[in-house]
């Protein structure tokens, strides 16, 4: 099937590489592509001293703190009040090694995860990079997660620590702590002193912990980050990270945002999400650049303030942001000096062709939007500095990585076939083996292999291909949904929903919604006898944000009598979405009843 | 219109966005963001949402400074007619 839009009505973005002042580390994409080999990127890298493997926290930080780049500033923190807290390489290093040794003192150790539900603390970003010195596992929950889904990754990810806040502590885990037999360790970042065995005050620990600790044998294979991500059926699945993502890390840090040694980065992401660990904590600090971080959340004003009093250099922001800066009623380069931004990036979900020609008519520099997800670790498709943009597209697959467009040829047989044609319809598939791609999810190898086919990894997203190889993003092929520049499973809300005494079903879907992507959408059916109304309604919205919290619980709630079902009972997400979006409901053969 | 109205109807439409917050524990200065679990779209619904009721323009310029019930009550004083 020919793929619908078109790519004529928004010019390319030409670019002219060599009259600027700092040159794109990538400046021949067709031909570094060529010649790009893993093998060369590992010895732009230290390893562990003694040839002790590698590990993602020496290289992110102690390579540069015994080094010439020991003083130079690796963290600058904005609090949400207006102070500043500044961090050298030095500093890190001392304070992810005390980390690591309160780790180590509680007896945990390798493999070990250590979770983390907070804010853009500097705490969390200590506590990520000990972990990773101990060898135990970092997993980052987004803090604006409800208790429900705080509980299902602590329970899948056998937290056996959890670094917080003595509010979210409160507010989220200690009524479900019985639940969690294998959570030994919580550490509250701000509690002088330990409230009962197991319930830890951090900071006397940190106080009392030695600030020297040498890193253990690491294996490039060992796991280092857990990140969960939602699943169209089932309930969300553990990501598994190794250290040797740090190679992509590295290497996109280097062609796709394009580090210098000078350089100010700023990633608006929480580490909460993939992008915030990936590139808001690892990749500019193995680059040894400035990473700025900001505990706020999104306010227009202050991201400008930000941008100009910070000198930022190099800004990788989601299109959720964007967006809202679109509605701003200012000329920002009038009111703001900018003129230390070099490029900016998004991701989230794909960057609408009207706001990568805003970024260049309103903020002088073109957006350049890339493609990645959880199970990649990292950038794969990307718009190169260098590159011509073509606005609305996600680019061309950073080298190192080998992308197409597949179908499905034969559901039984394993098999895919790969599109050749340009500018067709099908599902976005990488061929396997580059260094972050995730190594299993956790506990469920089944639901591993089933992402395998043929010799490809199958993204679940919908994707054509252009004549020169630049990537298209078309849609979802399951029914997760995107919003805010993060993933959703339906699933997972539609069981707390159905835990309401009055609800007989629930199907969510992702409605289009032009700020945000999409919104969550819950269509209920009640149980007999229980009548619709505006005063349910509400309660069903507060039931549902009380248990999955504002970033997974629906935003609308709408009762409909009989859900439709295919006539094998399943409830059809994609007809109730087609009428949602008032587009033609396509094949009802299947279909059961509705109305 | 007084201040206790303005501050009704910030709960009315706060009510409509996070039913289940309990707002007579909500303190003058607390953060109502972070107090009330809103995100970043729900506070933007709410904005909206007082616009209709109040008749207030917010700009989006504006909503950094609207971090409380005190920041609302007060912006929204010598705004609204």
Same mark, same amino acid.
Request: glycine share 8%; proline share 6%; aromatic share 8%.
């Given at each position: 099937?020919?793929?619908?839009?078109?790519?004529?009505?928004?010019?390319?973005?030409?670019?002219?590489?060599?009259?600027?002042?700092?040159? !794109?580390?990538?400046?021949?994409?067709?031909?570094?592509?060529?010649?790009?080999?893993?093998?060369?990127?590992?010895?732009?890298?230290?390893?562990?001293?003694?040839?002790?493997?590698?590990?993602?926290?020496?290289?992110?930080?102690?390579?540069?703190?015994?080094?010439?780049?020991?003083?130079?500033?690796?963290?600058?923190?904005?609090?949400?009040?207006?102070?500043?807290?500044?961090?050298?390489?030095?500093?890190?290093?001392?304070?992810?090694?005390?980390?690591?040794?309160?780790?180590?003192?509680?007896?945990?150790?390798?493999?070990?995860?250590?979770?983390?539900?907070?804010?853009?603390?500097?705490?969390?970003?200590?506590?990520?990079?000990?972990?990773?010195?101990?060898?135990?596992?970092?997993?980052?929950?987004?803090?604006?997660?409800?208790?429900?889904?705080?509980?299902?990754?602590?329970?899948?990810?056998?937290?056996?620590?959890?670094?917080?806040?003595?509010?979210? $502590?409160?507010?989220?885990?200690?009524?479900?702590?019985?639940?969690?037999?294998?959570?030994?360790?919580?550490?509250?970042?701000?509690?002088?002193?330990?409230?009962?065995?197991?319930?830890?005050?951090?900071?006397?620990?940190?106080?009392?912990?030695?600030?020297?600790?040498?890193?253990?044998?690491?294996?490039?294979?060992?796991?280092?980050?857990?990140?969960?991500?939602?699943?169209?059926?089932?309930?969300?699945?553990?990501?598994?990270?190794?250290?040797?993502?740090?190679?992509?890390?590295?290497?996109?840090?280097?062609?796709?945002?394009?580090?210098?040694?000078?350089?100010?980065?700023?990633?608006?992401?929480?580490?909460?999400?993939?992008?915030?660990?990936?590139?808001?904590?690892?990749? !500019?600090?193995?680059?040894?650049?400035?990473?700025?971080?900001?505990?706020?959340?999104?306010?227009?004003?202050?991201? $400008?303030?930000?941008?100009?009093?910070?000198?930022?250099?190099?800004?990788?922001?989601? =299109?959720?942001?964007?967006?809202?800066?679109?509605?701003?009623?200012?000329?920002?380069?009038?009111?703001?000096?900018?003129?230390?931004?070099?490029?900016?990036?998004?991701?989230?979900?794909?960057?609408?062709?009207?706001?990568?020609?805003?970024? %260049?008519?309103?903020?002088?520099?073109?957006?350049?939007?890339?493609?990645?997800?959880?199970?990649?670790?990292?950038?794969?498709?990307?718009?190169?500095?260098?590159?011509?943009?073509?606005?609305?597209?996600?680019?061309? =697959?950073? !080298?190192?990585?080998?992308?197409?467009?597949?179908?499905?040829?034969?559901?039984?047989?394993?098999?895919?076939?790969?599109?050749?044609?340009?500018?067709?319809?099908?599902?976005?598939?990488?061929?396997?083996?580059?260094?972050?791609?995730?190594?299993?999810?956790?506990?469920?190898?089944?639901?591993?292999?089933?992402?395998?086919?043929?010799?490809?990894?199958?993204?679940?997203?919908?994707?054509?291909?252009?004549?020169?190889?630049?990537?298209?993003?078309?849609?979802?092929?399951?029914?997760?949904?995107?919003?805010?520049?993060?993933?959703?499973?339906?699933?997972?809300?539609?069981?707390?929903?159905?835990?309401?005494?009055?609800?007989? %079903?629930?199907?969510?879907?992702?409605?289009?919604?032009?700020?945000?992507?999409?919104?969550?959408?819950?269509?209920?059916?009640?149980?007999?006898?229980?009548?619709?109304?505006?005063?349910?309604?509400?309660?069903?919205?507060?039931?549902?944000?009380?248990?999955?919290?504002?970033?997974?619980? !629906?935003?609308?709630?709408?009762?409909?009598?009989?859900?439709?079902?295919?006539?094998?009972?399943?409830?059809?997400?994609?007809?109730?979405?087609?009428?949602?979006?008032?587009?033609?409901?396509?094949?009802?053969?299947?279909?059961?009843?509705? %109305? | 219109?007084?201040?206790?109205?303005?501050?009704?109807?910030?709960?009315?439409?706060?009510?409509?966005?996070?039913?289940?917050?309990?707002?007579?524990?909500?303190?003058?200065?607390?953060?109502?963001?972070?107090?009330?679990?809103?995100?970043?779209?729900?506070?933007?619904?709410?904005?909206?949402?007082?616009?209709?009721?109040?008749?207030?323009?917010?700009?989006?310029?504006?909503?950094?400074?609207?971090?409380?019930?005190?920041?609302?009550?007060?912006?929204?004083?010598?705004?609204?007619?």
């Amino acid at each position: 099937m020919k793929a619908k839009g078109s790519t004529v009505n928004w010019k390319p973005i030409k670019k002219f590489p060599n009259t600027w002042t700092v040159k !794109p580390n990538l400046l021949d994409y067709d031909k570094t592509y060529a010649t790009f080999s893993w093998e060369e990127v590992r010895r732009e890298l230290d390893g562990l001293p003694g040839g002790k493997g590698l590990n993602i926290a020496h290289e992110a930080i102690d390579r540069h703190a015994t080094g010439p780049r020991r003083d130079h500033l690796a963290i600058r923190w904005l609090s949400r009040e207006g102070s500043v807290l500044d961090f050298t390489y030095g500093d890190l290093r001392e304070q992810s090694n005390r980390f690591a040794n309160v780790l180590r003192g509680l007896g945990v150790g390798k493999g070990d995860r250590v979770f983390v539900l907070a804010g853009r603390i500097p705490s969390l970003y200590i506590a990520a990079l000990g972990s990773l010195k101990n060898t135990s596992v970092f997993c980052p929950l987004f803090s604006a997660f409800g208790p429900e889904p705080v509980f299902q990754r602590l329970s899948r990810g056998d937290a056996k620590v959890l670094v917080t806040t003595e509010r979210l $502590y409160r507010q989220k885990v200690a009524d479900m702590r019985e639940r969690l037999p294998q959570l030994q360790h919580v550490l509250l970042v701000d509690i002088d002193e330990d409230i009962d065995p197991g319930t830890w005050s951090l900071p006397k620990r940190l106080k009392e912990a030695a600030t020297e600790f040498t890193i253990p044998p690491t294996d490039p294979e060992d796991m280092a980050l857990l990140h969960f991500t939602s699943g169209t059926t089932g309930m969300p699945k553990g990501a598994i990270h190794v250290h040797e993502a740090v190679l992509t890390h590295y290497v996109t840090g280097k062609y796709v945002l394009d580090f210098h040694p000078e350089d100010i980065f700023w990633c608006t992401a929480d580490p909460g999400w993939v992008t915030g660990t990936s590139y808001g904590i690892i990749a !500019p600090l193995v680059h040894g650049i400035t990473n700025l971080i900001d505990e706020a959340d999104f306010d227009a004003t202050r991201w $400008y303030r930000i941008l100009e009093e910070q000198r930022v250099t190099v800004w990788y922001t989601a =299109p959720t942001a964007i967006r809202r800066l679109m509605r701003l009623e200012i000329e920002p380069r009038r009111q703001y000096d900018l003129s230390h931004l070099r490029l900016i990036h998004s991701v989230g979900e794909p960057l609408n062709p009207e706001a990568v020609v805003w970024g %260049e008519q309103v903020l002088g520099l073109p957006i350049h939007d890339n493609w990645w997800q959880t199970e990649t670790g990292g950038i794969m498709i990307a718009n190169f500095p260098s590159m011509e943009i073509r606005p609305g597209s996600m680019g061309r =697959p950073l !080298p190192g990585i080998e992308a197409a467009i597949v179908r499905r040829v034969n559901e039984d047989k394993d098999e895919v076939e790969v599109v050749k044609e340009p500018n067709v319809e099908g599902e976005l598939a990488l061929k396997p083996g580059w260094p972050s791609m995730f190594r299993g999810y956790l506990h469920e190898e089944k639901r591993y292999q089933k992402c395998f086919v043929g010799g490809w990894y199958l993204t679940g997203d919908l994707a054509r291909r252009d004549e020169d190889g630049y990537f298209w993003f078309v849609g979802r092929a399951d029914d997760i949904i995107k919003t805010s520049g993060h993933m959703v499973g339906p699933f997972e809300v539609e069981s707390v929903l159905m835990e309401h005494p009055a609800v007989a %079903e629930a199907a969510v879907i992702g409605k289009p919604e032009p700020l945000i992507g999409e919104l969550v959408k819950a269509f209920v059916s009640l149980k007999p006898g229980i009548e619709p109304s505006e005063k349910l309604r509400l309660e069903l919205l507060g039931f549902a944000r009380s248990r999955l919290g504002s970033a997974v619980a !629906p935003k609308e709630i709408e009762f409909q009598a009989n859900l439709p079902r295919t006539r094998s009972g399943k409830i059809m997400r994609r007809l109730l979405k087609a009428r949602e979006l008032g587009l033609p409901e396509g094949d009802i053969s299947a279909l059961e009843t509705s %109305e | 219109m007084t201040e206790a109205q303005i501050k009704e109807t910030i709960f009315k439409v706060l009510g409509r966005i996070a039913p289940e917050a309990q707002l007579d524990k909500l303190a003058l200065n607390d953060n109502l963001r972070e107090t009330l679990d809103i995100d970043s779209f729900d506070y933007l619904q709410f904005l909206i949402g007082l616009n209709e009721e109040l008749g207030v323009e917010i700009p989006e310029a504006d909503y950094g400074q609207l971090t409380t019930l005190a920041d609302l009550i007060r912006y929204l004083s010598a705004r609204v007619r």
